[in-house]
């Protein structure tokens, strides 16, 4: 019974170099969302993927930032040579019909780390 | 633009008295808020929602109020528990338009002592 599984749990990369951050939802949900806590502030949206679709990346930076969720295997956020603001937390969610139906279930986070 | 605030970082409660968490937002759209209690280096769980069409909802010892026009919603927490303290996020959503999209805040550091 396994709840939101993400990994690593902590990462860290050098300035200029990519990180690859992996989300695998509950079992039988099939949209998942990815948020980004900075430092003493609250859970910020970034994406909102289903499987092999982007639903909403509105909250995502434009350039360096992707996300999928492929038909097979887990979701991927990727940042690409990162830079020290990219330091925090990024939690995965995953709900069964879509958050505006059924509250999200958080997985325990990747803490990213750029020096 | 914070659509969502929580404007104690803090608060401090005595084993057995109620816990009372505050969040205010501006939206007036949103109409779907939850709680979510977060232990460190956890990720947050899901506490208790209300629909804009209600302005309560309980479960055990937690209580969610909305007041619409004020915009405002708060958590009660009776009797509060040692086992409480954590950070506690209010969030908010417009079900109709954004996907789900939920709205956080910066989070109530509850510390409930013996």
């Known amino acids: 019974n396994a709840g939101v599984m993400q990994n690593p749990r902590h990462l860290v990369r050098r300035r200029g170099q990519e990180a690859r951050l992996r989300c695998s939802p509950m079992k039988g949900h099939s949209h998942v969302y990815w948020y980004r806590q900075l430092p003493e502030e609250g859970l910020k949206f970034m994406v909102y993927l289903q499987k092999e679709n982007i639903i909403d990346e509105s909250g995502m930076p434009k350039e360096r930032f992707s996300a999928e969720f492929p038909k097979e295997g887990p979701s991927i956020l990727r940042i690409q040579q990162v830079v020290r603001g990219d330091s925090a937390a990024y939690f995965c969610?995953?709900?069964?019909?879509?958050?505006?139906?059924?509250?999200?279930?958080f997985g325990n986070g990747t803490r990213l780390t750029v020096t | 633009d914070q659509q969502v605030k929580q404007n104690s970082p803090s608060l401090s409660v005595q084993e057995g008295r109620i816990s009372i968490l505050n969040c205010d937002y501006t939206?007036?759209?949103?109409?779907?808020f939850l709680w979510y209690k977060k232990y460190p280096a956890e990720g947050p769980t899901f506490l208790i929602s209300?629909?804009?069409?209600?302005d309560k909802n309980e479960d055990g010892r937690f209580t969610v109020f909305l007041n619409k026009s004020a915009k405002h919603l708060s958590l009660h927490i009776v009797p509060s528990q040692p086992g409480d303290s954590a950070v506690y996020f209010c969030a908010a959503t417009d079900r109709g338009s954004t996907l789900g999209r939920l709205y956080f805040g910066r989070g109530t550091q509850l510390t409930v002592w013996p």
């Open positions: 209300i629909s804009s069409i209600k």
């Open positions: 969610a995953s709900s069964r019909q879509g958050a505006n139906n059924s509250p999200l279930h």
């Open positions: 939206n007036s759209m949103f109409d779907y």
